[in-house]
């Protein structure tokens, strides 16, 4: 149609290549989606936690990517709405007797609400001083959370003790089960929408900001909007996250919520490829990983190796960084158009 | 480089003569300042209003700058600058560099704050608009060194254009309503049509920041076009081309004009391009206007010659 005027060559050599990414995209979908669902009828108990851990963070890395990935924005904090987003559903769930699943959405406005009232003064930051304030934020939280004066909402240093939902609807799921279902559920739901929104006209405008801020003004994007909305969008993604984790675990302590955690998602994002959707399933997958394996290798050393287990995380991750600098997404995005290049070489014209 | 200017002026072509939009086509006087002729559009209107490409009449000016001035610190950017620029017109702003002609367009993108003066817009103070709304009251630009966003595909790049010009939100989009799916159909269409026209139909989907400059200055224009503007500023669009580009660049302009009825203001230190393509010349030379009229008259202007050639002439 409108590519009418190009060389055939180069045209149809693009169009296989992308045909033919787009047929591995399909597959790789396909196969995702088969051991999403089978999973829980192979894997039980804690790998089954684990792996809906697993999805938990994928929402929270998502909402983060949106932010820092796309929109350029930098926030070591995001542990802090997280942790919100955890408190949130406890505290509607215990103290408001509100239904385990209302809460989820309720968390996320929550969030939603928090960050952007956060992203709109935080808006006059740039760069390092942004990624100060975040810290700070982090930091705080979970002091926050342990404050006296709070003893009543949040438990303090005890935390929040929540049962554990069983399957609704006489489903015969065990609760494990259900409870990695719903977290598929939510994921699927959340990876949707984010795909949606990045892919659109909000999503263009959201890089324009990142790309370049000036032109982005005069090409009429509200600047000051989109960033704080941004903002609101990613802790509501994290809000949705935090809040399937404390249904999840069941249990709700300030401990959870320390730096590391705020930490683990930066680097969630950046294992699993900046400013993209899929790959945060595989930073979730090392944020969730990675930490316990690094345990358990180090307890291959012996007694002798106590301190080994941070060691071999760091040089793990900075392994990975040097292979991958751009990411699991970036290597994915590459394999591709490698393959097909190598297989069908274009003549040159 | 001094040399090339020096020969723009002295063996420049005819000018043009009077172009077919309404009598005033030459005539800088009749646009004098009356803002009373154009009623402020409202918002609404400025969105969705119909963007049909009739020529305007040389009458009513479309832009009024009065009294602007811009100081840096000690440096005085732009010193009580005033023109007028009518409908329809191809109005060129020459000057040497640190002129000011570059503030004087950001002052009309509002990226840099008048410290006085006033800007009017079709009737609209332009001055107490925010940056990203200038887009939406019909003007656009393009910057002298490249903006483009780089890591978007040219496509993007000019369906980034339209983004003033569609609606939905974060909400509408996270969703995929059918509102946001006719929009991205809509602007995509448009984006493609001027994809076509400015033969960048090859690279439409690759990256913008790995583009030759030539070609990164076209997609520049497409993009400054996508957001169907009434003025259209150009910093140097001649700036790095080879003499095809710059000759294929005028009929570009020209077309610009004379079918789809924008009016442009033309930055550009390629004196024989400004020349044969502008009804109006406004000279700038540190900060203070030195000519403003036919460029025929400017040419011949004794404080024009002198800006360029310095006091030897
Ligand atoms: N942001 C700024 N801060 C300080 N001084 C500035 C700034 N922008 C422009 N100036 C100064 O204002 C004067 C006019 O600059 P401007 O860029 O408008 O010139 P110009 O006519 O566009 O020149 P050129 O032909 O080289 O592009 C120069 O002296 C420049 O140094
Ligand atoms: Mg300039």
């Known amino acids: 149609m409108t590519l009418a005027n190009d ?38 108990g804690y790998h089954l936690f684990q792996f809906a851990q697993v999805l938990i963070y994928a929402i929270a890395l998502l909402g983060l990517n949106i932010l820092t990935g796309y929109n350029g924005q930098i926030s070591l904090g995001h542990g802090a709405f997280y942790a919100i987003g955890g ?29 952007f009232l956060f992203g709109l003064p935080a808006l006059r930051l740039g760069g390092l001083y942004l990624a100060l304030a975040t810290f700070a934020l982090a930091v705080a939280t979970p002091q926050l959370l342990n404050y006296r004066g709070f003893d009543a909402w949040t438990g303090g240093s005890q935390g929040l003790q929540l049962g554990k939902p069983h399957a609704p609807f006489a489903l015969p799921l065990t609760s494990d089960q259900w409870l990695y279902f719903l977290c598929l559920v939510c994921a699927a739901l959340m990876f949707w929408a984010a795909a949606n929104l990045v892919r659109g006209r909000i999503g263009r405008a959201i890089i324009a900001i ?20 941004c903002f609101g969008v990613s802790a509501l993604y994290a809000g949705v996250a935090g809040a399937l984790g404390s249904i999840v675990v069941g249990f709700i302590s300030p401990d959870s919520f320390g730096l590391f955690l705020s930490l ?57 960084m040097y292979l991958m600098p751009t990411g699991v997404a970036g290597v994915i995005r590459t394999a591709p158009g490698l393959l097909s290049r190598l297989f069908s070489r274009p003549k040159r014209v | 480089m001094l040399a090339k200017r020096l020969q723009g002026i002295i063996l420049m072509p005819a000018p043009r003569s009077a172009k077919s939009n309404g009598g005033g086509g030459n005539d800088h006087a009749a646009g004098a300042p009356s803002r009373a002729i154009r009623m402020p559009r409202r918002r609404k209107a400025d969105c969705f209003g ?16 009065e009294g602007v001035s811009v100081r840096f610190g000690g440096i005085v950017a732009l010193d009580s600058i005033s023109f007028a620029v ?11 560099n640190g002129a000011g002609k570059t503030t004087l367009f950001n002052c009309l993108s509002r990226l840099y704050r ?17 940056k990203h709304e200038i887009a939406q009251c019909g003007i656009a630009r393009t910057f002298q060194n490249l903006a483009l966003f780089r890591t978007m595909t040219v496509l993007e790049n000019v369906m980034i254009g339209a983004h003033c010009r569609a609606r939905g939100g974060f909400f509408a989009d996270a969703l995929a309503l059918p509102l946001t799916r006719r929009e991205e159909q809509r602007i995509r269409e448009r984006a493609m049509a001027l994809i076509d026209e400015f033969a960048l139909g090859a690279v439409a989907g690759t990256p913008a920041g790995e583009l030759p400059f030539g070609t990164q200055k076209r997609v520049e224009l497409a993009r400054a076009l996508a957001s169907e503007p009434r003025l259209l500023l150009l910093d140097e669009p001649a700036g790095g081309l080879n003499h095809e580009e710059v000759d294929s660049l005028r009929g570009e302009i020209q077309a610009i004009r004379d079918r789809r009825g924008i009016t442009v203001l033309l930055v550009e230190h390629h004196m024989n391009l400004v020349m044969r393509v502008s009804d109006q010349v406004v000279a700038l030379n540190f900060g203070r206007k030195i000519a403003d009229g036919p460029p025929g008259e400017v040419q011949q202007n004794p404080d024009v010659i002198r800006a360029y050639l310095g006091d030897a002439a």
């Open chain 1, 264 to 320: 683990s998602f930066l680097v969630g994002i950046v294992v699993g490829g900046l400013a993209s959707i899929w790959g945060v399933l595989f930073g979730a997958l090392f944020i969730e990983f990675v930490p316990n394996y690094a345990d358990q290798l180090s307890d291959l050393f012996g007694e002798s190796a106590k301190a080994l287990p941070g060691a071999i995380y760091g040089i793990l991750l900075i392994g990975l």
């Open chain 2, 86 to 96: 009518a409908g329809g017109q191809i109005c060129g702003l020459i000057g040497p």
């Open chain 2, 114 to 130: 008048a410290d006085r003066g006033a800007i009017t817009f079709e009737g609209r103070p332009l001055l107490s608009a925010s």
């Open chain 2, 50 to 65: 119909d963007m049909s490409a009739t020529p305007r009449t040389g009458a009513a000016p479309l832009l009024v700058v």
């Open chain 1, 87 to 115: 408190y949130a559903m406890a505290i509607l769930a215990t103290k408001f007797d509100v239904p385990y699943w209302a809460t989820i959405p309720v968390s996320g406005l929550i969030c939603f609400v928090a960050g």
């Open chain 1, 210 to 229: 990142r790309d370049h801020p000036i032109a982005a003004e005069t090409m009429g994007i509200n600047i000051s909007f989109y960033k704080a909305m």
């Open chain 1, 7 to 44: 060389t055939p060559t180069a045209l149809s050599a693009a169009a296989i290549a992308q045909a033919g990414s787009r047929r591995l995209q399909r597959l790789a979908m396909g196969v995702f989606c088969i051991f999403a669902l089978g999973l829980p009828f192979v894997a039980s």
